[in-house]
């Protein structure tokens, strides 16, 4: 549900339902194009624990024997991805990209990962069932998930949810080739063998660093986003690529629309849907992004984050949808609790769904709503700063509430 306040009026539309699913907490960095346009994330100072599993060759399979190597993990559920299609892709992967690591990690049983791994001819001394130690060392991301670590044990990007085979491959191998040409140029020596230190950066206000390297910046006065879960990071990551890269954004949506089938979404290993305008509402997404001019990437908001997770643990308790919480509050009331809006405001309520990727599209498509108020209000160009909530909801499962402004002066 999408809703917008100005100083003298509310505008109000229709919801739409889907689901976002949490994470680890996350910040993040450059990435190569291909990695950002696969639904990576980057992720900023985390590194993988030690761990040491059995692989399904029988030997083990250790961190530490991979340390001086870029190494990409797949999370397989049997649960989530029933089909194998993570797995079958990580296989494909390891057929394109010849002298790579590829690791796939499952808590399934060996029997069930065994004969998962024979059907697609996955490298058993590279698969490990029985893995949640090293899940864990990971973060514990929730399967399907795809985690790539630098030489050295840095984490340094992170995908939810399935990939198909041609974008993985696009994606992996732009990061094996960036990570491959950072491990050979740093540490850089000096004649005798020494290695020359690396000039250390100039000090800058930490929400000036976090902004300078990431799509997610903090709102003025803020220093952490340590009020954010990951999954709330990795939706304002999401709104900034559609903000600030519309004609990356279509490309995505002409993917997702090779997944309609008249008013049927059918994706390989998901759950069929059942749209109410198919490709219509597709096809004027995509035209609304040809035209539409990049904007300024959202910051990320602790008053407003506050506000939208107050309403989303409402919800969350009595079941209801829509923009007035049990207690009579309205989005107006609920982001003066704990700052003041300036210029315009808005709101956008989603129920239901997968993955991040899954949930900007049925924003940005808006399918079932006439005014397409959630696409108007992610591509407002007034509005420069953002909060974010998700939480579970008894009806549909999870809810995702999003409070924008065009500024936002925090308690």
Known sequence: MGK??????????????????????????????????????????????????KNLAGSVLASGDMDDRPVLYH????????????????????????????????????????????????????????????????GNPPAP???????GGEIVALRLGRLQAEEATRAAKALFQTWKSIAEIAPQQQPGGTEQPVPEPPETEPATKLASTSPVGLNTGLVNAGFAQAIEIEIVAELNLARTRPDVYMGILNDYRASIKGNRLEVPGETTILLEEGTKAVDEAIAFLKKQRALSPLVLSRGLSLAARDHALDQGKTGQTGHTGSDRSTMGTRIERYGQWQKTAGENIAYGGQTVRDFMIQLIVDDGVPSRGHRTNIFNPEFLVVGIAVGTHPVFRTICVQNFAGGYTER
Do not use: Y
């Open 4 to 53: 917008t306040l100005c100083r003298q009026n509310f505008v109000w539309v229709v919801f739409s339902m889907f689901l976002a699913s949490a994470l680890p907490m996350v910040q993040a960095q450059v990435l190569p194009d291909a990695a950002h346009e696969a639904g990576f994330t980057a992720v900023k100072d985390k590194r993988i624990g030690p761990f040491a599993v």
């Open 145 to 151: 998930a795809w985690v790539f670590v630098a030489a």
């Open 75 to 138: 999370i397989w559920s049997p649960i989530n991805d029933p089909s194998g299609l993570g797995p079958s892709v990580a296989a494909e992967l390891a057929r394109e990209l010849p002298g790579t690591d590829i690791v796939v990690l499952s808590t399934a049983t060996t029997s069930r990962l065994s004969a998962l791994a024979t059907q697609m001819t996955l490298d058993k001394h590279r698969t490990a069932a029985n893995a949640r130690d090293a899940i864990r060392a990971l």
